[in-house]
């Protein structure tokens, strides 16, 4: 008797489950598309907002007709003479 009480509840286990999957799978269908669309829509307002941003700041920065401004300062950059010897080659046909 034990024993076919343990089958059962196996098996009813393993419906449960099988239920429970299925329905995530259903639901999940149905829902994605949804979840998705949210997603982006909050994605493309935080590009928007970045981009508002930046083109606020270029509109602060305007110049006047004739001022110049250094955006980047240029690194120094010394080549090194001690770096090997110039081997010439020709070409074999």
């Keep these: 008797m034990l024993l ?8 009813r286990m393993i419906l449960i489950l099988l239920l429970i999957y299925f329905g995530i799978k259903i639901l999940s269908r149905l829902f994605a598309p949804l979840l998705l ?6 994605a493309e307002q935080r590009f928007g907002d970045q981009f ?7 509109k602060q920065k305007k ?4 001022e110049v401004t ?16 110039y ?3 020709e070409e074999i046909d």
């Design 52 to 58: 508002g941003q930046f083109s606020r700041q270029q």
């Design 4 to 11: 076919f009480e343990s089958a059962t509840g196996l098996v």
């Design 37 to 42: 669309k949210y997603v982006a829509k909050k």
């Design 70 to 85: 250094i955006d980047k300062i240029p690194e120094n950059r010394t080549s090194n003479k001690n770096v090997g010897d």
């Design 63 to 66: 110049k006047e007709e004739g």
């Design 87 to 89: 081997v010439d080659f």
